[in-house]
């Protein structure tokens, strides 16, 4: 009988548990439970729902009970930066506030008055970006510092879930590189940085890497969930999680983790910190077995995500539905034709322009950016797709141009993992913009990687090596040219 593996992998608007096994030498994959994840407007501020996430994964547990493939060990990935606070009691501190909130505007120009950007980046790596931890600590400081005054622990959002599985408190170590508090060098908080900025050490303990174990369920968890089972760490970051998953054999290939967010980079044995890296805001992200994932964050098919939803009038705007709905249900699919119809359009957007993080209106921002830029101003949804496929399809060329000229390297090759690797259109205009063979799969990269590392504890891979191996004998990758 075989061993079973759970992931839980949370996204911006979704989490699944997806179980896996080895059979006959391949790993195979079954999706068990899918769950809505959202955002609600709490106290002012964009907030994680955490009730209805932590519904999701407990009933996503039940679903492995109930299909009789109750898993060996479990491990759960999130997005990035966004965190709970404790008190005393272990009882949550406010609301845990989105990554998309605009509570951190500014905030970076505060920070580097007391830590200079260049200073800072030679530290941690981390390019700047607005939500980085580190700014909304600071943000909450200055709107509420009694709530860091009675905070007592600080988890990341895989973190406090494992908490309340198991009790236990871990603090994962790639997940809190996204922090912009953890020394590129040391591997650990830098203690230095945070009594500059004035925040509470307590709250920054020991690091655990993946691969550690967190605890058994509680005994109340198990008891409603079923069966007991032991808690694990995987790169609790999902992106560190997806590039483990990416079953490239040499190391002149770029990595791209393509969904909310597109994460282009690739792996190196160290931190690069240069100024030209710096300038360019490429980011030294922490991954399994310190390894650092040398790469930038790009929108991605957040654009795409937020024009459909308006499209689809499930986008609404100051409490009523977009302007723009159509009354058509346009699938993504329908998107790509429509961008197809009008290739010949000549506007184009830099997917990369704060405009395009949290606006109201998606397609509002586009033509507002183009009447800016002073570029063709869409007028239809192909012309409106055209400039963001474009967009992201220039934006991965520069990026990787960029990656040559900083690395040293000749790049031979992009691999796509995660579930943008399915939008065929956009694998071949980046095959076509970058002169170069795009490999796209697996899809479920990120819940791949998560198993990777449960795996490898458990002795069904000796390393990395062989799981990637495993990872491009069991799934289908398709080559663009």
Not at 93 to 114: A, C, F, L, M, Q
Not at 442 to 452: D, F, M, R, S
Request: hydrophobic letters at 35%.
């Amino acid at each position: 009988m075989s061993e079973y593996f759970l992931a839980i992998d949370i996204g911006a608007s979704s989490g699944r548990h997806i179980i896996g096994w080895m059979d006959h030498g391949k790993m195979h994959l079954q999706e068990v439970h899918r769950f809505e994840n959202r955002q609600v407007m709490a106290d002012g501020h964009l907030c994680w729902d955490m009730d209805n996430l932590w519904r999701g994964v407990i009933e996503g547990l039940k679903a492995c009970k109930e299909k009789n493939m109750v898993p060996v060990t479990i491990g759960i990935d999130t997005w990035a930066v966004d965190f709970v606070l404790l008190d005393k009691d272990d009882r949550m501190i406010g609301n845990p506030v989105s990554y998309r909130d605009g509570r951190t505007t500014n905030i970076d120009r505060e920070v580097y008055k007391i830590i200079p950007e260049k200073e800072l980046y030679e530290k941690t790596g981390i390019q700047r970006q607005p939500f980085n931890t580190i700014f909304q600590l600071m943000a909450l400081k200055k709107e509420s510092s009694k709530d860091l005054e009675e905070a007592k622990s600080l988890l990341m959002i895989p973190d406090y879930l494992n908490f309340l599985l198991t009790k236990v408190k871990k603090q994962e170590y790639t997940n809190a590189t996204s922090t912009g508090l953890v020394n590129a060098k040391t591997n650990s908080w830098d203690k230095e940085l945070i009594d500059k900025l004035g925040l509470p050490q307590r709250l920054f303990g020991e690091l655990s890497v993946p691969g550690t174990v967190v605890g058994k369920l509680s005994e109340d968890i198990a008891g409603e969930v079923g069966f007991s089972s032991t808690v694990i760490l995987p790169a609790s970051h999902d992106t560190g999680s997806a590039f483990l998953s990416v079953p490239a054999r040499d190391e002149t290939s770029v990595y791209l983790s393509s969904g909310t967010w597109s994460l282009l980079g690739i792996e190196n044995a160290s931190p690069i910190i240069s100024e030209e890296a710096r300038i360019e805001n490429l980011t030294n992200e922490g991954g399994a077995f310190y390894r650092y994932r040398f790469l930038k964050n790009i929108m991605g098919l957040w654009i795409i995500q937020s024009v459909r939803r308006e499209l689809n009038g499930s986008e609404y705007v100051k409490g009523k539905k977009s302007s723009y709905a159509t009354g058509r249900n346009y699938s993504f699919p329908d998107l790509i034709e429509e961008a197809k119809k009008c290739e010949g359009f000549a506007g184009v957007i830099d997917v990369n322009d704060d405009s395009f993080l949290a606006p109201v209106s998606m397609i509002d921002a586009i033509k507002d950016y183009s009447k800016k830029k002073e570029l063709p101003v869409p007028q239809s949804v192909g012309q409106t797709m055209q400039c963001v496929y474009k967009g992201l399809a220039l934006c991965y060329r520069d990026t990787v141009r960029k990656l040559e000229d900083i690395t040293g390297k000749r790049i031979t090759g992009i691999n796509i993992i995660g579930g943008g690797c399915q939008d065929e259109y956009l694998n071949s205009l980046t095959a076509k913009a970058l002169g170069l063979p795009v490999y796209a799969g697996p899809i479920e990269g990120t819940a791949i990687g998560n198993l990777v590392i449960q795996m490898i504890s458990a002795g069904i891979f000796e390393d990395l090596s062989g799981a990637r191996d495993c990872i491009y004998n069991s799934f289908d990758i398709k080559t663009y040219r």
